[in-house]
């Protein structure tokens, strides 16, 4: 595959892990339907409300966070999911300290956090060669028009929705893995959230779950020929077609 | 070391022959493919539990190939495998210690006698491989017992045209009732069904070391934290090893059952935790690896008796596998329909649903256009549950559509909007229907000729035909399910029924019989042509009933048990 260097870019195709991801997470088009509410133009209005404070408390974010990609997918993460007197945004919701742990703690595919890079890199070109300024500088509406813009593309399309997926999580899942800060997602779609929850030391790539892994050589039946490599749990895709026993 | 029995798999087909085994003084070993992981590892997590599977391999290292049947432009069908390291789709349900029974749900309803004797009641059904077994109701019935009491099944028993014989009461009563519950059975009555209490796999009260439910709400497909889910982990190898008797080697992957020139078992081939070859030996062998790899290691484990895999000179071990046909549905309660009282009611998060329809578990209705002209035909159950997961439940906010109804993202006011009207405007009570998977010449496995796992052994294909009579079964128990929810006043109500196989629910593939010709193992689930190997998974079913599988594997393996007892006896008195 050649070298992708826009959203717009004629040759980028849908790589397979997004795919398995989009029909194994059971989006269905039931589930689309059930949850839109037609919006006039395609244009959902951003308005500043008054904003209310949902009390987070921040925690101490990674340096890398103040510096680039991270200011970039902070800024759309804050877009995507802003803040206002409707419920907490991403900002209130950690969005951004959620995304970097996956691209940092969590087991997630090379591939996925490369294609969040790159994304970033050509939102900047695309937002320098209409006006003239980085994504970060841009004012709301002009922020709102070049998502929507990019939104356009597959590619665009599919950036925009790997980070709203990770908006969900982040909203949705246990504190310990970064978002969703005392429970503040939670409450505010007046979930409940189980018990008991993980916390550090027993997230899910930290249970002692790693099988083995063998590599052997298949033509030899001696046992010299083996590596042992503990592998760490890996991203799995859920059941797809089920129920439950 | 040489033991009196070694056991391939821990799940609910090997727990109960290791605890009753070791318990009878036998030395017993366990081979798990899996981890050991207890109660303190469980957590109610998402990511864990599903969004990031973390209890299973990973499919590029281990999976299948599943065969689904395609067309030619001509018309003309044919089969074609796909990889699940392709599809996603994977089969896997719980590769640790105690299988998927720690996973389960735990749905406890038994089989009916009519299940035992699907052909002489029903009649054959073309197209379909329908036997009766070869044991009845009434030599399995203590064995549900024997579960119910050691195992540990909250439940009541009460009065309805498809009550089963029972020679004994639930020991543990029912669990803490979803408010919704009393819904059901009111708008039953109203309609004139019988809304039934489902037993469960949960202990209502502390008992056998383990502690009662916490109602987390969190339960279907978690690992439980208290240790109340009756999984064979924490309701029986725990105990059969904490008596001496009983070894459990996790991360041991089985992948041959050795046999010499006289067809005699040798031992158990397995690479050990560090990934070295190992050999295991024991008096008697029994093989638990849930269906379709029980079937996929007899179909490698061939020998110079055995060119075909081991206890396979008929050509039935693979054959005759079996799902649970039937579908799901959904009916939503609407906050501003409902009174604050009915709004509170059904927003309590904890309690169980346990109700099921079982009015249709055998068919007698002129209006259903089934194989029996007369309309009579073997029916199915109906069990009623939320979903609780909240990343699958806000999957698809992020989807709107466009002036042109085409679909396109949302963000920002819309999605906050989206998801909120999501999580507090309604509540969607689900249902899924349980009917057989009739047996037929399309749903089977084999080995792969390609694609191996990461220790180079060819994988299981599974070619996942099924019968359309199961269809017309799932629809007809979907509708009856679907004018309870209506009647409870549930909106959006919907259902879907299709061939597709709940890749959680499997058995059959060495069904038990008295032939050998179309069998594998007898009636006790000990090989025809293996003096000394018994398989004690879901593999044994001819026909798997209509109800989930867990609680019949127990009590089969229960029932085989105490055989196996009788035969160790035997072989050490010689």
Same mark, same amino acid.
């Given at each position: ?17 997004? /795919? ?57 993460? &804050? *877009?995507?999911?802003?803040?206002? &007197? ?22 997630? @595919?090379?591939? @996925? ?11 900047? &070109? ?30 665009? @399309?599919?950036?925009?929705? /790997? ?11 246990? !504190?310990?893995?970064?978002?969703? !800060? ?8 007046? *979930? ?32 010299? &020929? ?20 | ?49 599903? $969004?990031? =599977? ?10 299948? %190939? ?30 640790? %210690? ?60 009460? =009065? ?42 949960? $202990? ?32 029986? $190898? ?15 992957? %089985? ?150 109804? =085409? ?97 959680? $629910? ?40 209509? %109800? ?27």
């Amino acid at each position: 595959m050649k070298l992708i260097q826009s959203f717009f870019d004629q040759n980028y195709q849908t790589p397979s892990w997004l /795919t398995d991801k989009l029909t194994k997470k059971n989006f269905s088009r039931r589930m689309m339907i059930k949850g839109a509410l037609k919006s006039a133009g395609g244009a959902a209005v951003v308005a500043t409300l008054p904003f209310r404070a949902w009390s987070a408390e921040s925690a101490s974010l990674p340096e890398q966070l103040t510096s680039d990609p991270w200011l970039t997918l902070d800024s759309v993460l &804050n *877009h995507l999911l802003p803040s206002s &007197n409707s419920g907490p945004g991403a900002k209130e919701i950690q969005a951004t300290l959620y995304l970097f742990n996956v691209v940092h703690l969590q087991p997630t @595919e090379q591939d @996925e956090i490369d294609f969040i890079y790159k994304g970033v890199g050509w939102l900047n &070109n695309y937002s320098q060669s209409q006006l003239q300024k980085s994504f970060v500088e841009l004012e709301v509406e002009d922020k709102e028009k070049l998502l929507r813009g990019i939104s356009q593309s597959t590619a665009g @399309e599919n950036w925009l929705n /790997t980070l709203l997926g990770y908006i969900i999580e982040a909203t949705l899942t246990p !504190p310990v893995y970064g978002g969703n !800060p005392n429970q503040i997602g939670w409450q505010w779609l007046e *979930h409940s959230g189980g018990f008991p929850l993980p916390s550090e030391g027993t997230r899910f790539y930290e249970v002692p779950n790693q099988q083995s892994r063998v590599i052997a050589d298949t033509t030899s039946h001696t046992a010299k &020929n083996i590596e042992v490599v503990n592998i760490i749990a890996r991203r799995q895709l859920p059941k797809g077609k089920g129920k439950k026993a | 070391m040489s033991y009196d029995i070694c056991i391939v798999g821990s799940g609910a087909g090997a727990s109960p022959v290791a605890y009753s085994l070791a318990k009878a003084g036998a030395k017993v070993l366990v081979l798990e493919k899996g981890p050991w992981l207890t109660e303190k590892e469980f957590y109610k997590d998402e990511l864990a539990i599903s $969004l990031r =599977n973390v209890y299973n391999p990973n499919l590029e290292d281990e999976q299948h %190939v599943i065969e689904e049947q395609y067309q030619h432009d001509n018309g003309e069908a044919y089969w074609q495998g796909e990889a699940t390291s392709e599809s996603g789709w994977s089969f896997w349900n719980g590769t640790v %210690v105690g299988g998927s029974s720690n996973f389960m749900s735990g749905y406890f309803h038994r089989l009916k006698p009519i299940d035992f004797r699907l052909k002489s009641t029903f009649g054959a059904i073309e197209g379909a491989n329908v036997e009766d077994w070869p044991i009845s109701y009434q030599d399995l019935e203590p064995y549900y017992a024997q579960v119910e009491r050691d195992v540990g099944v909250s439940g009541k028993t009460v =009065n309805h045209p498809n009550q089963e014989p029972r020679s004994t009461d639930f020991i543990y009563p029912p669990l803490a009732e979803h408010a919704i519950s009393s819904w059901i059975d009111k708008a039953a009555k109203l309609i004139g069904y019988h809304a039934v209490p489902v037993p469960r796999a949960i $202990l209502s009260k502390p008992a056998m070391g383990r502690q009662s439910c916490e109602y987390s709400g969190y339960c279907s497909s978690y690992g439980c934290a208290s240790g109340a889910k009756g999984s064979g982990r924490a309701a029986l $190898l725990n105990h059969a090893v904490a008596g001496g008797n009983c070894t459990i080697k996790p991360k041991s992957k %089985v992948y041959k059952i050795a046999t010499d020139s006289n067809g005699k078992i040798t031992g158990i081939l397995y690479y050990d935790a560090q990934g070295r070859k190992q050999t295991a030996t024991a008096k008697i062998y029994v093989v638990a690896c849930q269906a379709i790899e029980t079937s996929r290691l007899l179909l490698a484990s061939k020998g110079e008796k055995f060119p075909n895999g081991l206890a396979n000179n008929n050509g039935q071990v693979g054959k005759n596998l079996v799902f649970s046909a039937g579908g799901t549905g959904s009916g939503d309660f609407n906050y501003d329909e409902l009174s604050e009282q009915q709004v509170n009611e059904l927003k309590q998060v904890g309690p169980f649903i346990n109700r099921s329809l079982q009015d249709w578990y055998q068919i007698n209705d002129k209006e259903f256009k089934g194989a029996n002209s007369q309309g009579i035909a073997k029916g199915g159950t109906i069990d009623f549950l939320f979903h609780q997961n909240p990343v699958a439940r806000a999957g698809g906010s992020q989807w709107g559509v466009d002036e042109n109804e =085409n679909n396109q993202l949302v963000w920002g006011e819309q999605l906050k909007q989206n998801l909120k009207q999501e999580f507090t405007t309604y509540k969607t009570l689900r249902f899924e229907v349980f009917n057989d998977w009739l047996p037929n010449d399309d749903c089977f496995v084999s080995l792969d000729d390609g694609v191996t796992d990461k220790w180079g052994d060819a994988v299981a294909k599974v070619r996942i035909g099924y019968h359309d009579h199961d269809l017309t079964v799932g629809k007809y128990l979907s509708k009856k399910a679907e004018k309870l929810l209506t009647a409870m006043g549930a909106k959006n109500v919907s259902s879907s029924v299709s061939g597709y196989p709940p890749s959680n $629910l499997m058995a059959g593939g060495c069904r038990f019989g008295d032939d050998p010709k179309t069998s594998v193992l007898n009636k006790y689930c000990q090989a025809h042509e293996v003096d000394n190997l018994f398989i004690t998974d879901g593999s044994f079913m001819p026909t798997g009933g209509s %109800v989930p599988y867990t609680f019949t594997i127990y009590a089969n393996a229960f029932r085989v048990a105490d055989h196996i007892k009788q035969r160790l006896l035997q072989i050490k008195g010689s």
